[in-house]
Structure formats: structure tokens, C-alpha cells
T-cell receptor
Framework: EAQVTQNPRYLITVTGKKLTVTCSQN?????MSWYRQDPGLGLRQIYY???????DKGDVPEGYKVSRKEKRNFPLILESPSPNQTSLYFC?????????????FGEGSWLTVV | GIQVEQSPPDLILQEGANSTLRCNFS?????LQWFHQNPWGQLINLFY???GTKQNGRLSATTVATERYSLLYISSSQTTDSGVYFC????????????FGKGITLSVRP
């Protein structure tokens, strides 16, 4: 079954404690991306990657890092989380580059920073 | 960037009723997708439909790319159809960033 898997699904953490949200896809997709969803602001892109070792900033990259060492994995790293990073996070992947083809989303990760 | 607008913002239906959800977008798109976000926050892919018409069970969608709109039809609605429906579009280019509309909140009452 085609899947984008995120972990953890739910997390409460404290300000400043580094955390990583993992993302893995089993569809051999070249393109992967992270979004955050906030009330009144909708979904916004954080970072994206067009292939292994190729990453670039989206609309709201501040406070986040990513890496793409393997095709299937695209972790989101919060080096020093702050309460304004409390959000619902989605990882997404797509075959190929360019905007054609269906984008598949993971189930979401609810992150609360206190 | 591209603008995506959805209407109506809220919709209340009696179970069994039909509905049409609209999405307008401001530019030519290479990707247009409809999603259903369930109460647990999961984004469920409904349709990839940059143009044309597709059907999947009680749901169907039509995109008229030249007129820059897409419609999602829900027939014989069920309570499990409740949730938020998002339309999202992407322009051509290397970054496949989807721009989402604000969503349509659908409540289906038994």
C-alpha cells in the first residue's frame, strides 16, 4: 500500500528541547515536502526536496531544518522548539519534479510546545 | 503567487442531500487536488484533477481549467462526509508547492 508515514503522530514537548519528526514514503518518490497547518492561516509549506541531497526553503522555514540523505526519508528537525511552532505538521511526497502528478500526504503530526 | 478561493465557507446538509463545493483559482495550474480533512486531522486525497471530470463512488469532480474553477459534487451525503474540504492548486515549476484554499466546513446531520 502506498504510504507516507510520519512519527510521532502526537507530541507534547518543552521549549528548547530538540526534536525530530520523521517522514518516510514507500513509493520511490523524488519529491518530498513539509507543511504546517494553523487556524486562520491554512497550510503553508516549510521546506521541500526535489531529490536526495537537494532541499530548499518553502514559505515558512524559520526555526526548522531538514535533510534528505535517502530517497525515502525526509525528517523535519526543530533544533530549539518554541511555542509558536505548536501546529499540525504534514509530510508529503510526489513522483517526479514539477507540479504534475498527485501529491500524497502523511497522516499528520500534532506538535505542542509548552 | 496563485490565489485559491473556496465557497461556500460552511455548509450544513441533511443526510441524503446533494451538494456542490466550488474552488476558484487565479492562474493556470498544473495540479489541482481536492482533499477531505477528517476530525482527526488526516488529509484524505479525493481527486487529482487539473482538468476534466472524474468520479469515485458518490463523489465526482470537474475542473474547467480555461475558466479557472473546479467543482466537487457530493451525492447522497452521509454523516461520515462531515469535515473540511480543501482545494489546492500548484503552478508549473520545479517546486510542487500546493496553495490551499481556506476550506469548506461540511456538516451532515442525520
Amino acid at each position: 500500500e502506498a504510504q507516507v508515514t510520519q512519527n510521532p503522530r502526537y507530541l507534547i514537548t518543552v521549549t528548547g528541547k530538540k526534536l525530530t519528526v520523521t517522514c518516510s514514503q514507500n513509493m520511490n518518490h523524488e519529491y518530498m515536502s513539509w507543511y504546517r497547518q494553523d487556524p486562520g492561516l491554512g497550510l503553508r509549506q516549510i521546506y521541500y526536496s526535489m531529490n536526495v541531497e537537494v532541499t530548499d526553503k518553502g514559505d515558512v522555514p524559520e526555526g526548522y531544518k531538514v535533510s534528505r540523505k535517502e530517497k525515502r526519508n525526509f525528517p523535519l528537525i526543530l533544533e530549539s522548539p518554541s511555542p509558536n511552532q505548536t501546529s499540525l505538521y504534514f509530510c508529503a511526497s510526489k513522483r517526479g519534479q514539477g507540479s504534475g502528478n498527485t501529491i500524497y500526504f502523511g497522516e499528520g503530526s500534532w506538535l505542542t510546545v509548552v | 503567487g496563485i490565489q485559491v478561493e473556496q465557497s461556500p465557507p460552511d455548509l450544513i446538509l441533511q443526510e441524503g442531500a446533494n451538494s456542490t463545493l466550488r474552488c476558484n483559482f487565479s492562474d493556470s495550474v498544473n495540479n489541482l487536488q481536492w482533499f477531505h480533512q477528517n476530525p482527526w486531522g488526516q488529509l484524505i486525497n479525493l481527486f487529482y484533477i487539473p482538468s476534466g471530470t472524474k468520479q469515485n463512488g458518490r463523489l465526482s469532480a470537474t475542473t474547467v481549467a480555461t475558466e479557472r474553477y473546479s467543482l466537487l459534487y457530493i451525492s447522497s451525503s452521509q454523516t461520515t462526509d462531515s469535515g473540511v474540504y480543501f482545494c489546492a492548486a500548484a503552478l508549473g515549476g520545479a517546486n510542487s508547492k500546493l496553495t490551499f484554499g481556506k476550506g469548506i466546513t461540511l456538516s451532515v446531520r442525520p
